[in-house]
């Protein structure tokens, strides 16, 4: 399978999590980069805009996936929330048709709200959703002890069968050379 696999990571946890992805599925990695800095009050404009579902300017956006069967879209949680520039990514690519898999990754095992308004994000511009799945990251606490750098990617490695079953054909449904349904 062809995956693109595109991913936003302020902190790196994400950044990570999807290079064990990567390395295991053979996928391309496309890196979103957000133009705001975060020093100056820019986090906490940042953390608004994930609140208010608002998006924001990308460094070079690259918002083709035709070429790819595939693809996977990971989002640190911010407030319940993918990050803005995951969801500028989501409003501005032509995912019509495009089977995609939905990755969150929280300083909590458990981010539903933002797998659900993700999903129906991605439905809404006729994109079928395969399947999601959850990592934690950073958790934004000093206090909090911080995974490694390798359990983070090893995180990566075993999100990669679920990545792999979900795009898999379904028995009985033909599939087309792209991997869609014909």
């Known amino acids: 399978m062809n995956l693109l696999i595109?991913?936003?990571?302020?902190?790196?946890?994400?950044?990570l999590i999807a290079r064990g992805l990567s390395q295991?599925?053979?996928?391309?990695?496309?890196e979103l980069v957000d133009s705001r800095t975060m020093a100056n009050g820019g986090m906490f404009r940042a953390l608004l805009a994930a609140l208010l579902g608002l998006g924001?300017?990308?460094?070079?956006?690259d918002y083709t996936v035709e070429p790819h069967e595939g693809v996977v879209i990971?989002?640190?949680?911010?407030?319940?929330?993918?990050?803005?520039?995951?969801?500028?990514?989501?409003?501005n690519a032509h995912l019509k048709g495009k089977r995609t898999f939905i990755i969150a990754v929280g300083g909590?095992?458990?981010?539903?709200?933002?797998?659900?308004?993700?999903?129906?994000?991605?439905?809404?511009?006729?994109?079928?959703?395969?399947?999601h799945?959850?990592?934690?990251?950073?958790?934004?606490d000093p206090r909090a002890v911080r995974p490694s750098d390798e359990e983070l990617v090893a995180e990566g490695?075993?999100?990669a069968e679920s990545v792999r079953k979900?795009?898999?054909?379904?028995?009985?449904?033909?599939?087309?050379?792209?991997?869609?349904p014909e």
């Open 6 to 15: 595109i991913y936003y990571s302020r902190e790196g946890s994400t950044g």
């Open 24 to 30: 295991t599925t053979s996928g391309t990695l496309r």
């Open 56 to 61: 924001t300017t990308l460094v070079d956006p």
């Open 74 to 91: 990971m989002t640190p949680v911010w407030l319940g929330n993918p990050a803005p520039a995951v969801t500028t990514f989501l409003g």
């Open 108 to 131: 909590t095992a458990g981010n539903p709200g933002a797998i659900s308004r993700m999903e129906k994000r991605l439905r809404a511009q006729g994109a079928s959703v395969v399947g």
């Open 133 to 140: 799945g959850e990592a934690l990251g950073y958790i934004p």
């Open 157 to 159: 490695v075993v999100l």
């Open 166 to 180: 979900a795009f898999e054909p379904q028995p009985g449904s033909p599939v087309g050379p792209a991997g869609t």
